[in-house]
């Protein structure tokens, strides 16, 4: 009988372990922003240990050479510049000569003004008519007709520090008191925002007419909050305007209506459902997005599949890098090679299911892989939409979202003024100030 029951225990244990060990391999691999498209915020960090620094000696040529050629650069219109000559030799103290003196060093010191509001008051008369006997006062000046008591810097101010620095309401409240010395409620922050919102219209209609017919389009979407529900931002990009838009829906439904009916040659895009259904005649898969796939579907253990295809883009972009540096018949020669490469590797049959799920996947895209060696205008990948996103990302998650659908739209066409100005060299303050002022300079700056 006890012979039996340890049988039993020996024969429970090796099950044991057997489903242990298949747990072990059934295991997925992680996934990180290296390998997937998980944001970096998701991958677990690291502990940084602290780099060992040698010790300076006090006056070793090493430590004398530290700032050489860097530092500060000096401002190039100081408002005031005072000229200092010494009277004794600091050495013996011995009185010595101005003339006898050259220019040995400049320090600058900064000091930022008392910042005050500039408040003015007007002081409206009037009476009664003596002719119909109605009563009257004087009128504003032209430009506060809209009778609100902030003024356009205000407006430019509160506008740039809630879209480009994600400051709330409550802050810029504060804000405004303790730095502008004067009070301003969150209402009248979001009234001020409202007002702003008519005037850029007509630019957010012309970014759209630009989309509408640009030749090479790139787009991506991210999640955004709005009204406590999830929607979606999406970007329609290129190299000279950028259109920002959120909708309750990731859909191909979105594009239609963005696009209408118009067909632009080349779509930029990673492998979303509703970016596979864009209108475009041609459509460049964001490679980006590839390499970090086979490199996971490596590290899962394809060894047939994945570094073959892994290789062949990598050499892909590489040669695209040399498309300046190369005559016409050099660059061709590659560029044929890759796609004979790129359909030799279609045939390969991989064994594990991730490379099996690429190779799938790849079987069918595979005219979508490579348009941009032939077309030098179109890029190998999406990252430039991604880049565009980055910031709403922050935003989102420093705002929690927005609370009305007026906000979200205020966003989406303030991200869009900000973004396109970037392209074409304006500051962010700079472009909202020529937006909010005057929208064809605005227009006229970018064309």
């Known amino acids: 009988m006890l012979e039996w029951a340890t049988y039993k225990l020996w024969d429970d244990l090796k099950k044991a372990r057997e489903e242990i060990e298949q747990l072990k391999q059934s295991k997925k691999h992680p996934k990180t922003s290296q390998n997937s498209s998980n944001p970096p915020s998701k991958d677990q960090k690291a502990n940084i240990e602290p780099k060992e ?8 040529k090493k430590s004398k050479d530290k700032h050489h050629n860097g530092g500060r650069k000096l401002h190039e219109n100081p408002n005031e510049i005072q000229e200092l000559y010494a009277s004794t030799c600091p050495h013996c103290d011995s009185n010595v000569d101005k003339e006898t003196q050259s220019l040995e060093g400049i320090f600058e010191n900064i000091e930022l003004p008392n910042i005050a509001a500039i408040i003015t008051q007007f002081r ?241 895209h595979q005219n979508n892989m490579l348009l941009f060696l032939e077309d030098h205008r179109v890029p190998p990948t999406n990252n430039s939409s991604e880049q565009a996103l980055r910031p709403s990302v922050i935003f989102r998650k420093v705002t929690n979202g927005f609370r009305s659908k007026w906000g979200s739209d205020f966003y989406a066409s303030i991200r869009s003024i900000l973004h396109t100005g970037r392209r074409h060299g304006l500051s962010a303050y700079d472009s909202l100030t020529k937006a909010l002022d005057s929208p064809e300079s605005f227009l006229l700056a970018i064309s």
């Open 53 to 60: 620094t040698e010790p300076l000696e006090e006056n070793s």
């Open 124 to 364: 409206q008369y009037g009476g009664t008519c003596p002719c119909c006997e109605k009563k009257y006062k004087a009128g504003l000046p032209k430009e506060l007709e809209n009778k609100s008591p902030f003024g356009q810097s205000v407006e430019h101010f509160i506008i740039y520090m809630r879209y480009s620095h994600a400051i709330s309401y409550q802050r810029l409240s504060i804000l405004m008191y303790e730095i502008f010395k004067f009070k301003i409620s969150e209402g009248s922050i979001a009234e001020i925002i409202k007002r702003a919102q008519t005037k850029i219209e007509p630019i957010i209609d012309k970014f759209q007419e630009m989309i509408r017919t640009s030749d090479i389009i790139c787009s991506d979407e991210t999640s955004a909050r709005v009204q406590g529900k999830n929607q979606w931002e999406w970007v329609f990009q290129n190299t000279n305007v950028c259109l920002y838009m959120i909708f309750p829906s990731r859909g191909a439904v979105v594009i239609e209506e963005v696009m209408g009916t118009s067909k632009p040659e080349v779509w930029i895009s990673d492998l979303h459902k509703s970016q596979e259904k864009n209108p475009a005649q041609k459509w460049q898969i964001c490679l980006a997005h590839q390499i970090r796939d086979c490199k996971y579907a490596i590290e899962c253990g394809d060894k047939i599949f994945a570094p073959v295809m892994k290789e062949i883009i990598l050499k892909a972009i590489e040669v695209r890098k040399s498309f300046n540096s190369m005559t016409k018949d050099q660059y061709f020669s590659p560029c044929e090679h890759l796609k004979v490469r790129l359909k030799a590797c279609l045939t390969l049959i991989p064994t594990e299911e991730n490379g099996i799920r690429l190779r799938k996947r790849y079987t069918k």
